[in-house]
Nanobody
Framework: QVQLVESGGGLVQTGGSLRLSCAAS???????????MAWYRQAPGKQRELVAV???????HYEDSVKGRFTISRDNAKNTLYLQMNNLKAEDTAVYSC?????????WGQGTQVTVSS
């Protein structure tokens, strides 16, 4: 019932910016009914880690290393979750995936690669 598709990844130099998008397709249900949504990332050889969370009530939480550089937001009219990433660093290189909660189930996108070159 729910499909999440990420886009916006790519190759960027240190200090650059990217905006990731996560388009949600929910058959027969409004995007506004999706609860908490989040961005995760997984670098080669490392465990997946939580990057940013946008709770259903609007509260946000960020992993310490991205605070002040990344911003999570959603546009309900466009059925899309965003991750604005500024001042990117080499250690931000990873596959970024979005995650959303609906009807007691967590859904995942396929991921988008972000590579930051120094």
């Amino acid at each position: 019932q729910v499909q999440l598709v990420e886009s916006g990844g790519g190759l960027v130099q240190t200090g650059g910016s990217l905006r990731l998008s996560c388009a949600a397709s929910i058959s027969g249900v409004s995007f506004t009914t999706m609860g908490t949504m989040a961005w995760y990332r997984q670098a080669p050889g490392k465990q997946r880690e939580l990057v940013a969370v946008l709770a259903a009530g609007g509260n946000t939480h960020y992993e310490d290393s991205v605070k002040g550089r990344f911003t999570i937001s959603r546009d309900n009219a466009k059925n899309t979750l965003y991750l604005q990433m500024n001042n990117l660093k080499a250690e931000d290189t990873a596959v970024y995936s979005c995650n959303g909660y609906y009807a007691e189930t967590w859904y995942w996108g396929q991921g988008t690669q972000v590579t930051v070159s120094s």
